[in-house]
């Protein structure tokens, strides 16, 4: 009879570094790629100010068509 604790341990072990250091690699790299910096809600800005702006597309296809309302 074996005893196979060792190698659970082991396993388990070197899982949980493989696991962590994935997780410290990414976090890192979201620093310096600037995700968590002080401009981090930017995108989220832009995207809201986007919405409230028309599309430059969709004001082309109503000119050539003759149906905007001007104001």
């Given amino acids: 009879m074996h ?3 060792w190698q659970s341990i082991y396993f388990s072990y070197l899982l949980f ?3 962590v250091g994935g ?3 990414f976090f890192f790299r ?3 790629d600037g995700y968590l ?3 981090s809600e930017e995108p989220k800005y832009q ?3 986007d919405d409230n702006e028309p599309d430059p597309k969709s004001l082309e296809a109503q000119s050539r068509r003759g149906d905007h309302n001007e104001q």
Avoid: C, E, F, P
């Fill in 37 to 39: 910096g002080a401009n």
């Fill in 3 to 5: 005893d196979y604790t």
């Fill in 23 to 25: 997780a410290a690699v």
């Fill in 47 to 49: 995207m809201l100010q």
């Fill in 17 to 19: 570094v493989i696991l």
């Fill in 30 to 32: 979201s620093l310096k």
